[in-house]
């Protein structure tokens, strides 16, 4: 059984910074597509940052390039999430999501909006003025 288990939120001031972190377990498959999203009180789901596993090709929005970094630990399993320079409309519930099935072919820019097959919990990060 496939499970994503997100940690590494918390509040912060404006201007700093926070890593989140995404282990993922029970799963087979040699490469995955994976990626980080996030949920604001009243808005839609925002796709951040992908990733696919085997190459390490890295896909942002707009909203976060030069200051969110998507990376993994293929090794740890693991996938994580700098954010830096935080802002408060940054504050929402974060939540990491993998696809493994045709990864290869899942893992291009437009997975930010179309989302992945597996998803965490989320993990809450707040940003103060």
């Known amino acids: 059984q496939v499970q994503l288990q997100e940690s590494g939120g918390g509040s912060v001031q404006a201007g700093g910074s926070l890593r989140l972190s995404c282990a993922v377990s029970?799963?087979?498959?040699?490469?995955?597509?994976m990626g980080w999203f996030r949920e604001a009180p009243g808005k839609e789901r925002e796709g951040l940052a992908a990733?696919?596993?085997?190459?390490?090709?890295?896909y942002s929005a707009d909203s976060v390039k030069g200051r969110f970094t998507i990376f993994q630990d293929n090794a740890k399993r693991t996938l994580f999430l700098q954010m830096n320079n935080l802002e408060p409309e940054d504050t929402a519930l974060y939540f990491c999501?993998?696809?493994?099935?045709?990864?290869?072919?899942?893992?291009?820019?437009?997975?930010?909006?179309?989302?992945?097959?597996?998803w965490g919990e989320g993990t809450l990060v707040t940003i103060s003025t």
């Open positions: 029970g799963y087979t498959y040699s490469s995955a597509c």
């Open positions: 990733i696919y596993t085997a190459t390490n090709i890295t």
């Open positions: 999501g993998a696809t493994f099935r045709n990864a290869y072919y899942s893992c291009n820019p437009d997975v930010l909006a179309y989302g992945m097959d597996y």
